[in-house]
C-alpha cells in the first residue's frame, strides 16, 4: 500500500508540473470564469441561465476529457520511453500494481479540477442570477423550472405495434383480392411506413377536435405542485414557418366529494373535466412552454389525465413530438443535489477516460496511445449517431427507396462497434441540468454500471495485463 501511495503521489505531481497540463487548466479558468458572462441566449432570463449553466458544464466536461486522454496516455507510454519504468519495477512492486496507481493518480488530479471548476461553475451562475436585473416574475420562473430537480413523466404510450398491424390489415382489406398478397419483404416494408404514420397520428390534434394524454405513477404523496411542459407546431413538425395559434388545456380534477353533493361518502372523489381557460389562449408554436398544474389533477392511483383542444385560427393541424411532450414535472429534489449527481456522472466519464487511456498508453508509444484513443471515442461517438438515424428505409420526392447494401452493412457495423465500444455522449446530462430534469440516482447507477464498469473495467483488466507483459529491454535506448 505504501508503494502504491508514492506512485500515485509521484503522478499527480508529475502531472502538475506538465506543460500541457497546465495549459489546459489555464483554459479551464478561462472558461469557467469567462463564458458565464459571453453567454447571452435568446434574451429571455429563463434562456439566459439555461445556456450559461448547460455551456459552462460542457466546456469543463469536454477541456477534462481532452486533458484525461492526454495525460493518462502520457504518463504511461513516457515512462517505458525514458526508462523510469525500469528503475521503479526493480523495486518489489509489481507492474500491475504500478498500472493502477498510476490511473488512480490521472483519476484524482482531474476529480480535483473537476470539482472546483463546478463548484466554481455553480457559483457564477447563482451569482449572475442574484445580481440580475430580473424581474421577481422571472427569478421565480428560473426557481421553478431550472434551479430545481424534477422527475419527468412522460405520456402512457399505447400498443403501436398492434395498432400498425390493424392499420395495415384495414388498408389491405380496401384492395382488390389480386393486391391482398405481399412478399415477406414488401409487408415488413408496408408495416414500417404504416408505423411511421401511426406514430404522427398519436401527436397529431386536427382543427376543432381534442387529444388526450393519460400519465401513470405519478407520486400522490409528494406534496409539491406539477408542471406541464410541451412544445407544439403548425402545419407540420419543423421549426420553420411558425406562427402563434389557439387551444384549449383541460384536466381531470379529482375534487372531494363532500364539496360538490351533499351526503357524500368519507374520502370519496369525484372527478370533473376542467378547462385551463373558459376561451382559447394563444399559444407560441415551435419553442417549449410551461404551464402550473394543482395537485388534484393527480387520481388515488397516481394517475392524470389531460387534454388540449384545437382552435386554430387558420385551421390547420397541431403537432406534438413524442420526445417534446406534453410531458408532466414534479419537483423532487434541490438544484444543488441535482447538480451534485451530474458531476459524479462527469467523474465517472473521466474515470472511463483514463481507463482506455492509461490502458493503451501502457502499450504503445505516447503519439500513436493518443491517436489509438481518439479514434476509439470517435468511432462510438459516429457509430451512435449511424444507429440513432433510421437508415432502413427513406423518401425522397415521395418515392420509397430500400436502403443499399453499404447502408445496410454500415448500420451493422455500427451496432457492432457500440458492443464493445462506449460512446462519451452516454455520460452527457448538461442538458438535464439546464432543464430543471432529474438525475435520478438509478440513471446514475445505470450510467456507470454499463458504461464505466461493464465495459471500462475489462478495458482496464487488459490494459493492465498487456502493460505487465510488456517487455522493456526493447525499449532500452544506446
Known amino acids: 500500500m505504501t508503494a502504491f501511495l508514492a506512485i500515485v503521489k509521484l503522478t499527480c505531481k508529475s502531472l502538475v508540473r506538465s506543460r500541457v ?16 458572462l459571453s453567454v447571452v441566449g435568446d434574451g429571455t432570463a429563463l434562456a439566459y441561465i439555461q445556456v450559461s449553466l448547460k455551456y459552462s458544464l460542457g466546456a469543463v466536461g469536454m477541456i477534462l476529457a481532452v486533458s484525461t486522454v492526454w495525460v493518462g496516455c502520457a504518463v504511461m507510454g513516457d515512462d517505458v520511453v525514458s526508462r523510469r519504468l525500469h528503475m521503479v519495477v526493480s523495486k518489489p512492486v509489481r507492474r500491475p500494481v504500478v498500472w493502477l496507481a498510476k490511473w488512480t493518480g490521472v483519476v ?3 476529480a480535483v479540477l473537476l470539482l472546483f471548476a463546478a463548484a466554481l461553475v455553480y457559483a457564477m451562475v447563482l451569482w449572475r442570477f442574484g445580481r440580475s436585473t430580473f424581474s421577481e416574475k422571472e427569478k421565480n420562473r428560473i426557481r421553478s423550472e431550472v434551479l430545481i430537480g424534477r422527475r419527468v413523466f412522460m405520456p402512457d404510450r399505447p400498443a403501436i405495434d398492434e395498432l400498425t398491424k390493424k392499420e395495415l390489415a384495414s388498408r389491405l382489406a380496401n384492395l382488390p383480392p389480386e393486391k391482398r398478397h405481399l412478399t415477406k419483404a414488401k409487408r415488413k416494408e408496408l408495416l414500417w411506413l404504416v408505423r411511421k404514420e401511426v406514430v404522427a397520428s398519436l401527436g397529431e390534434v386536427p382543427p376543432g377536435r381534442m387529444r388526450k394524454w393519460t400519465y401513470s405513477g405519478v407520486d400522490v404523496a409528494r406534496k409539491a405542485p406539477l408542471y406541464l411542459r410541451y412544445r407544439v407546431y403548425v402545419g407540420k413538425v419543423s421549426s420553420e414557418n411558425q406562427r402563434v395559434t389557439r387551444g384549449i388545456w383541460s384536466v381531470r380534477l379529482n375534487i372531494p366529494a363532500d364539496k360538490v353533493k351533499k351526503n357524500a361518502k368519507k374520502g370519496e372523489v369525484v372527478t370533473m373535466e376542467v378547462p385551463r381557460t373558459s376561451y382559447p389562449e394563444e399559444i407560441p408554436c415551435g419553442v417549449f412552454s410551461e404551464v402550473g398544474m394543482n395537485r388534484r389533477v393527480v387520481s388515488p392511483s397516481g394517475g392524470v389525465s389531460i387534454a388540449f383542444a384545437n382552435y386554430d385560427p387558420q385551421r390547420k393541424p397541431l403537432f406534438f413530438q413524442p420526445k417534446d411532450g406534453p410531458e408532466l414535472l414534479v419537483p423532487t429534489v434541490s438544484f444543488i443535489n441535482n447538480y451534485f449527481r451530474g458531476v ?8 472511463f477516460l483514463a481507463g482506455v487511456a492509461c ?11 493518443i491517436f489509438v484513443v481518439v479514434s476509439y471515442l470517435l468511432a462510438g461517438s459516429f457509430s451512435a449517431y449511424l444507429v440513432g438515424v433510421d437508415i432502413r428505409l427513406f423518401e425522397s420526392s415521395g418515392v420509397v427507396v430500400s436502403q443499399s447494401f453499404i447502408d445496410g452493412l454500415g448500420n451493422v457495423l455500427s451496432r457492432l462497434l457500440l458492443v464493445f465500444i462506449i460512446p462519451v455522449q452516454n455520460f452527457e446530462v448538461s442538458g438535464f441540468l439546464a432543464n430543471g430534469e432529474l438525475i435520478s440516482w438509478k440513471l446514475v447507477a445505470r450510467i456507470v454500471f454499463f458504461n464505466a464498469i461493464l ?11 498487456l502493460y505487465s507483459r510488456r517487455e522493456l529491454g526493447l525499449t532500452t535506448g544506446k
Not at 455 to 465: D, K, S
Open 359 to 369: 490502458a493503451v498508453g501502457g502499450v504503445l508509444s505516447t503519439p500513436v496511445a
Open 455 to 465: 465495459r471500462g473495467v475489462p478495458a482496464m483488466a487488459i490494459g493492465a495485463w
Open 344 to 351: 459524479l456522472v462527469l467523474l465517472a466519464k473521466l474515470a
Open 21 to 36: 497540463f497546465q495549459l489546459l487548466l489555464l483554459l479551464l479558468l478561462i472558461t469557467v470564469i469567462f463564458l458565464p
Open 108 to 110: 484524482v488530479s482531474h
